[in-house]
């Protein structure tokens, strides 16, 4: 995996950590490839932003990583997390998630693929015993140092490395699939994001992407609540720094620069009202997840 690294900046090779063309070393940060300078960013002001996020989603990822939905893939055996992530398979093809349903896992042996987001590592394990060779990526250290543990202990291929989507330390047209689910609606520049993905897929490459839906049930009543969730992720004072909703059509013009671009509507919904949420029959859920589901489920390829 390391032979697809390149610098974030100018895209050339790198000798270890060090772009010989930028003049620029990168560092090891919790026991990953830390690909994030300030050379990056155009301003001051971009890194201080770039920084708060890190601080953000760095933080919240220390608090989530032991709690009880994440510690225990961790802390079992291999033959425990193997069950875990058979069981997470089944899950993911009953929430109709875009891994497992859109994302065909049993294809992926062999391939080269790219976890953009890779939290706490579990999405990173799926595809990983899927037989992919995963490069598991994350603005946060500790998050690719969870993802790059899991890979290794489900006995995949693969490393977590610590990066911003808007500079993918990866080579062009070298990636075979990219996956990122609840992660790309965060970046504050999603073009220069999904221009970087287009970058690295090679030609014929797919990228399976979910973000959040602006008309749906969960975040019509949070704008009315005048808040956009990730609470779980709060730590002291910290909030989180950017969270944007989009529609079908705004997909579509986002990732036109690719072919084959499919879209659909999915996700729980009424279950999040207040009060009246927990009343609503699972099968009305169904009836209604192509109109007010919150998340959109994108398939797009690179052309040849």
């Known amino acids: 995996m390391n032979n697809l690294l390149a610098c974030p900046i100018c895209h050339g090779d790198l000798t270890e950590l060090n772009c010989v063309s930028c003049n620029i070393s ?12 300030r050379e990056m960013y155009p301003s001051a002001e971009a890194y201080a932003e770039a920084s708060r996020i890190i601080d953000f989603w760095g933080n ?29 398979i089944e899950f993911q093809k009953q929430s109709d998630s875009v891994m497992a349903v859109d994302l065909p896992l049993d294809s992926l042996k062999g391939k080269v693929a790219l976890n ?24 946060t250290s500790q998050a690719a140092q969870a993802a ?9 291929k693969g ?23 609840g992660v ?8 220069k994001s999904i221009s970087e993905i287009h970058r690295v897929l090679r030609p014929g490459g797919k990228a399976y992407i979910m973000l959040y839906a602006t008309w749906s049930v969960l975040f019509v009543q949070m704008r009315l609540m005048l808040s956009m969730g990730e609470k779980a992720w709060e730590t002291g004072n ?52 192509p109109v007010l589901g919150p998340r959109l489920n994108i398939v797009v390829e690179k052309p040849l």
């Not at 990168?26 to 690909?35: H, L, R």
Request: with cysteine.
């Open 26 to 37: 990168f560092q090891q940060k919790n026991g990953v490839s830390s690909f994030i300078c």
């Open 60 to 88: 919240g990822w220390e608090k989530r990583l032991e709690e009880s939905d994440h510690k225990p893939w961790f802390v079992c055996d291999h033959e425990t997390l193997v069950q875990n992530v058979v069981k997470d």
């Open 116 to 139: 953009i987001g890779c939290g706490a590592g579990t999405e990173a394990s799926l595809l990983a015993y899927s037989d992919a060779n995963c490069i598991a990526m994350d603005i």
């Open 148 to 156: 790059e543990y899991l890979i290794n202990k489900i006995g995949g």
């Open 159 to 181: 490393i977590g490395i610590q990066a911003d989507t808007r500079f993918i330390p990866v080579k062009s047209d070298s990636i075979d699939i990219v996956y990122s689910s």
């Open 184 to 191: 790309l609606h965060h970046s504050p520049e999603i073009a």
């Open 238 to 289: 910290r909030k989180n720094p950017c969270t944007t909703t989009y529609t079908k059509n705004e997909c579509i013009k986002l990732f036109s620069q690719f072919s084959n671009v499919q879209v659909r509507k999915t996700g729980e919904n009424l279950k999040h009202l207040k009060i009246v949420g927990k009343c609503m029959p699972a099968s009305l859920d169904r009836i209604l997840y």
